[in-house]
């Protein structure tokens, strides 16, 4: 990795460092070498797989940064006790579901391609309890998250992963590809879901 000098505050210069195609290069190998899948590397800018393989390390703050703040009090929030009703899915058909999203994305977030240590989430596209899997997305669960917030959504003309302005991920998997193995999914729900991704009615 070279370094160039750019003006600074009156001492010498700041430096930063500038990388080269020997540097993603060795990114990509090691997104390779912990797991992550050549397709997904592929779909990556150059600058997003390198930042995936070495994240950046954080500015430590200054020594006087927390002396020269004002600090605040804690601040006591209770709440009055209350009574909720909740319905929850049958464990058994959940825990079968997942199973067979499991297989049906090999394992791996459909949009990351991540194992993530096993911890996915099997992701409805219609709320409710069918648990079909052509309604259904193993999906990491930060990506759970976004879909139920339709922050992420997905065409159901071309399975193609889209993602609201400002989102991070965008910027490591817009207009990536599902790719389910063994079950086709829902166009009819995904097109709902689309639609509420989109803001319209259909």
């Not at 601040?75 to 899915?89: L, S, W």
């Not at 959940?94 to 990351?112: D, I, M, P, S, Y």
């Not at 003309?157 to 965008?170: R, Y």
Request: contains cysteine.
């Amino acid at each position: 990795m070279r370094q160039i000098s750019a003006p600074g505050n009156g001492t010498g210069g700041d430096i930063f460092p500038v990388k080269t195609q020997q540097d993603y290069r060795a990114a990509y190998r090691k997104l390779e070498a912990d797991g992550y899948a050549p397709a997904v590397i592929e779909q990556m800018t150059t600058g997003a797989a390198y930042n995936l393989a070495y994240p950046r390390i954080p500015l430590k703050r200054s020594e006087n940064a927390t002396s020269e703040r004002k600090r605040k009090p804690d601040v006591d929030i209770q709440g009055e006790p209350c009574e909720r009703f909740v319905t929850q899915r049958s464990g058994a058909a959940q825990t079968k579901f997942k199973n067979l999203l499991v297989e049906n994305f090999a394992g791996r977030c459909a949009v990351t391609g991540w194992v993530n240590g096993g911890v996915l989430v099997a992701a409805h596209i219609e709320h409710g309890t069918r648990y079909n899997p052509s309604n259904g997305i193993l999906l990491t669960p930060t990506m759970h998250a976004l879909f139920d917030a339709d922050l992420m959504g997905i065409d159901p003309s071309t399975l193609t992963v889209h993602f609201k302005p400002g989102i991070e991920a965008g910027e490591l998997f817009e207009g990536k590809t599902l790719n389910p193995l063994v079950y086709d999914l829902d166009t009819d729900r995904l097109a709902a879901r689309w639609a509420d991704f989109l803001g319209t009615e259909e």
